[in-house]
């Protein structure tokens, strides 16, 4: 049923609950998984438009992704990693149309408005523009 599942990854503790959770519905449809992370600093925001050097964040969030996927290629997934630039949910969005993903994978974080006015929300983003299913697992604490 699915053929390549995107995993959005925020570099934090939150995603050792969502991976489990992705690495036993590839196993169980032998689907690719794609780790994306989307850097949003101001090097990242600006990388293309004032031809900016890779920033530290950057430098260490590939090397997050990579960690993240040696751990599931551990486990005998396919895993491809991919690191966005700029809005999140935007970077979301384009990772899995450009890799053709029919789901998405996310954690949420149970904030309610104020949180999410404060915070932001990617995942508002994505589930109401998203043309593929999206899979909310929440964080766990």
Do not use: W
Not at 2 to 14: K, P
Not at 23 to 44: I, R, T, Y
Not at 47 to 54: A, I, R, T, V
Not at 101 to 112: N, S, Y
């Amino acid at each position: 049923m699915y053929q390549r599942i995107l995993v959005a990854l925020e570099n934090s503790r939150a995603d050792e609950t969502l991976l489990p959770h992705v690495a036993q519905l590839a196993k169980v449809h032998g689907s690719e998984v794609v780790l994306v992370h989307v850097a949003d600093g101001f090097v990242a925001r600006n990388y293309d438009q004032l031809k900016l050097l890779e920033s530290q964040e950057m430098k260490e969030d590939r090397a997050y992704l990579e960690r993240a996927a040696e751990g599931l290629r551990s486990g005998g997934l396919t895993v491809n990693t991919t690191l966005e630039l700029g809005d999140p949910a935007e970077g979301i969005l384009k990772a899995a149309q450009d890799r053709q993903c029919d789901l998405i994978a996310m954690t949420a974080h149970g904030h309610r408005l104020l949180g999410d006015l404060l915070f932001g929300s990617a995942i508002h983003t994505v589930r109401h523009k998203s043309p593929v299913p999206v899979l909310l697992v929440r964080a766990g604490k």
